[in-house]
């Protein structure tokens, strides 16, 4: 619905503007043949400033909206990219109980679109909100498999240890299924643009 509006104010905008400056064009050509008629140069000197005007206000809105769009579709992209990651078979729970390397989620499309300013209008304050909780979580679910990997890999780690770790990965309320839901919940979020 948003989106459409976006839409429909930029058109409506450059619609305006176009007549403007075609109504100017017009009056000019009028002004151009018959010189002597001097209330021409006002009307067309205020339609083309009014038009100008306008125009700035149209590509300002035009950027914004590409600048949004490309964030998001960037996003999208790297929240999909993530549900690859956990999707992978070494976080699966059928995975052997050995000496993992696990893949890292990514953030930065994440980051960049926090940064960029594209999404921080007020019709975007939940999806900031919620991009900055998967931010931070993204970082913690990092840092513990960093942790995960030091243990494991340690000369003293035993087969009942790793198996340990590997069942803490899956237990319901895990770290690893924590992150997963809110990657679930934060996907529909996105707009679709």
């Not at 104010?9 to 176009?18: A, L, P, Q």
């Not at 010189?35 to 005007?53: I, Q």
């Not at 770790?165 to 996907?187: G, N």
């Amino acid at each position: 619905m948003r989106s459409r509006w976006a839409a429909s104010r930029r058109t409506i905008v450059t619609v305006v503007s176009y007549g403007l400056l075609g109504l100017a064009f017009v009056l000019g050509v009028i002004w151009f043949f018959w010189p002597e008629n001097s209330r021409w140069e006002p009307a067309v000197n205020s339609l083309t400033l009014v038009a100008g005007l306008a125009g700035i206000f149209v590509e300002r809105l035009t950027a914004e909206a590409e600048r949004r769009t490309e964030v998001l579709r960037a996003v999208a992209r790297e929240l999909q990219e993530n549900t690859r990651l956990l999707d992978d078979d070494r976080f699966s729970p059928q995975a052997p109980n050995t000496r993992q390397v696990y893949p890292r989620l990514v953030v930065s499309a994440v980051d960049s679109a926090l940064g960029s300013g594209a999404i921080g209008l007020h019709r975007d304050a939940e999806l900031v909100s919620m991009l900055h909780r998967w931010r931070d979580t993204v970082h913690l679910f990092n840092r513990r498999l960093d942790l995960t990997e030091i243990s494991t890999f340690s000369a003293s780690a035993s087969a009942v240890e790793l198996a340990a770790f590997h069942r803490a990965l899956h237990r319901p309320d895990s770290f690893f299924a924590v992150t997963r839901k809110q990657l679930t919940d934060l996907i529909p979020k996105v707009p679709q643009v």
